[in-house]
């Protein structure tokens, strides 16, 4: 029988992460010819505003590992090529993703590639991905491993031997990760004989405590993410953001977490990571109170929620909040007074495998994408101006 141990597996170097976070502000040219759109501009590290004058706005719901209905979402989205190349097609477009890539499915580190592949390509075009940091997110760095599947594992464990090939050049190595994983998905299927079932379980296990621990080279990834992004007048987030988050800060909020998952927080301090984003019913990637089901809820209930909704979005300067985190069956909608957009359809094979929808914001005016035949079909219309 084989024995595995950390040693087993390949170890980042001690410098993988950043050792320090800084402010940054930085923008993103406009690539088009003949276009006279001004740059999108960027403040915080992670982003949490974002000016992008004159974009369309394309929001995607949870993803949980399934990369096939990833790349159906961002086709029908306009932002990716349907040849098979993963090239980005959206131009000058802002794409979010709202967290949850992770868990229930086995391509999570594809998709996560697959993402910073295209904000790659996007910015070159004047455009730019952002993604934010869900439930899913945070609970892995934790090291709360209980919805992971045994593919996500093993792609673990092929993605941690993957990176000694690129002698630990980062950005090369998990750029290029989406096109490949196929390949070692294939081999790793022809040689499980020769390690064994229980054998290949635990080696991903291994691999996946060394990759997500507060860090570890995907943690480090991840916390190039917010947990709460405003985009011009609109703000995206997983869970939900409350009247007391806005108080505490989102900008530091994004920023503790940031370091949280970076591994920057020493050990002997008495907060070890920051709850009001990542722990408790309420905090921002666990908040359902705007996911529910209006139908269930008696009038005064409603009218609390609304309350609080608006009095989030009047401290942000904000028009509406998109967020996922609660799969809805009726598919993507919107409530009170389309003040918020719920879009998580529960996409994943993983969760509803339901047919993907998105959300597109153009000019201050939402609509839901609900198939790629008839893109441009609209749920509602929503004028802010």
Same mark, same amino acid.
């Given at each position: 029988?084989?024995?595995?141990?950390?040693?087993?597996?390949?170890?980042?170097?001690?410098?993988?992460c950043?050792?320090?976070?800084?402010?940054?502000?930085?923008s993103?040219?406009? #690539?088009?010819?003949?276009?006279?759109?001004?740059?999108?501009? &960027?403040?915080?590290?992670?982003?949490?505003?974002?000016?992008?004058?004159?974009?369309?706005?394309?929001?995607?719901?949870?993803?949980?590992?399934?990369?096939?209905?990833?790349?159906?979402?961002?086709?029908?989205? $306009? &932002?990716?090529?349907?040849?098979?190349?993963?090239?980005?097609?959206?131009?000058? %477009?802002?794409?979010?993703?709202?967290?949850?890539?992770?868990?229930?499915?086995?391509?999570?580190?594809a998709?996560?590639?697959?993402?910073?592949?295209?904000?790659?390509? %996007?910015?070159?075009?004047?455009?730019?991905?952002?993604?934010?940091?869900?439930?899913?997110?945070?609970?892995?760095?934790?090291?709360?491993?209980?919805?992971?599947?045994?593919?996500?594992?093993?792609?673990?464990?092929?993605?941690?031997?993957?990176?000694?090939?690129?002698?630990?050049?980062?950005?090369?190595?998990?750029?290029?990760?989406?096109?490949?994983?196929?390949?070692w998905?294939?081999e790793?299927?022809?040689?499980?004989?020769?390690?064994?079932?229980?054998?290949?379980?635990?080696? $991903?296990?291994?691999?996946?405590?060394?990759?997500?621990?507060?860090?570890?080279?995907?943690?480090?990834?991840?916390?190039?993410?917010?947990?709460?992004?405003?985009?011009?007048?609109?703000?995206?987030?997983?869970? $939900?953001?409350?009247?007391?988050?806005?108080?505490?800060?989102?900008?530091?909020?994004?920023?503790?977490?940031?370091?949280?998952?970076r591994?920057?927080?020493?050990?002997?301090?008495?907060?070890?990571?920051?709850?009001?984003?990542?722990?408790?019913?309420?905090? &921002?990637?666990?908040?359902?109170?705007?996911?529910?089901?209006?139908?269930?809820?008696?009038?005064?209930?409603?009218?609390?929620?609304?309350?609080?909704?608006?009095?989030?979005?009047?401290?942000? #300067?904000?028009?509406?909040?998109?967020?996922?985190?609660?799969?809805?069956?009726?598919?993507?909608?919107?409530?009170?007074?389309?003040?918020?957009?719920?879009?998580?359809v529960?996409m994943s094979?993983?969760?509803?495998?339901?047919?993907?929808? &998105?959300?597109e914001?153009?000019?201050?005016?939402?609509?839901?994408?609900?198939s790629?035949?008839?893109?441009?079909s609209?749920l509602?219309?929503?004028?802010y101006?």
């Open positions: 029988m084989v024995s595995l141990c950390l040693n087993s597996l390949p170890l980042p170097p001690p410098s993988s950043p050792k320090k976070l800084t402010e940054t502000s930085s993103f040219s406009n #690539g088009s010819i003949g276009t006279a759109l001004k740059p999108i501009v &960027v403040n915080g590290n992670p982003p949490t505003f974002v000016s992008a004058p004159g974009r369309r706005i394309v929001a995607v719901g949870d993803l949980h590992g399934d990369l096939d209905q990833a790349r159906y979402a961002l086709e029908m989205a $306009g &932002v990716l090529s349907s040849d098979g190349q993963d090239l980005w097609t959206g131009e000058d %477009a802002v794409l979010v993703q709202l967290g949850d890539v992770l868990d229930r499915g086995d391509d999570e580190i998709i996560l590639s697959l993402l910073r592949s295209l904000g790659i390509q %996007a910015k070159a075009k004047g455009g730019a991905v952002f993604q934010v940091n869900g439930n899913h997110e945070t609970m892995n760095v934790e090291g709360d491993f209980r919805y992971v599947e045994s593919g996500a594992f093993d792609e673990c464990a092929d993605f941690l031997e993957y990176l000694n090939d690129y002698e630990y050049d980062w950005d090369e190595a998990f750029v290029r990760w989406c096109g490949v994983s196929r390949i998905k294939d790793r299927k022809m040689s499980r004989n020769h390690w064994g079932p229980w054998n290949l379980r635990q080696k $991903g296990v291994i691999a996946r405590s060394v990759l997500f621990r507060p860090g570890g080279p995907l943690a480090c990834e991840l916390a190039r993410h917010a947990v709460a992004l405003k985009v011009n007048d609109w703000i995206f987030c997983h869970g $939900g953001l409350l009247p007391h988050h806005v108080a505490y800060g989102i900008e530091k909020m994004n920023k503790e977490v940031s370091q949280w998952m591994g920057l927080i020493e050990e002997d301090t008495n907060r070890n990571m920051p709850f009001i984003a990542t722990k408790g019913y309420d905090s &921002v990637v666990w908040n359902r109170l705007y996911s529910r089901d209006i139908s269930d809820l008696a009038d005064y209930q409603i009218n609390q929620i609304n309350a609080i909704l608006q009095e989030t979005l009047q401290a942000l #300067g904000a028009k509406a909040m998109v967020v996922g985190h609660t799969p809805q069956f009726s598919g993507a909608n919107c409530e009170y007074n389309c003040s918020i957009w719920r879009i998580d529960g094979s993983g969760v509803l495998n339901s047919r993907p929808e &998105v959300l914001i153009r000019d201050d005016k939402a609509r839901v994408i609900r790629k035949r008839n893109r441009f609209e509602q219309m929503v004028d101006l």
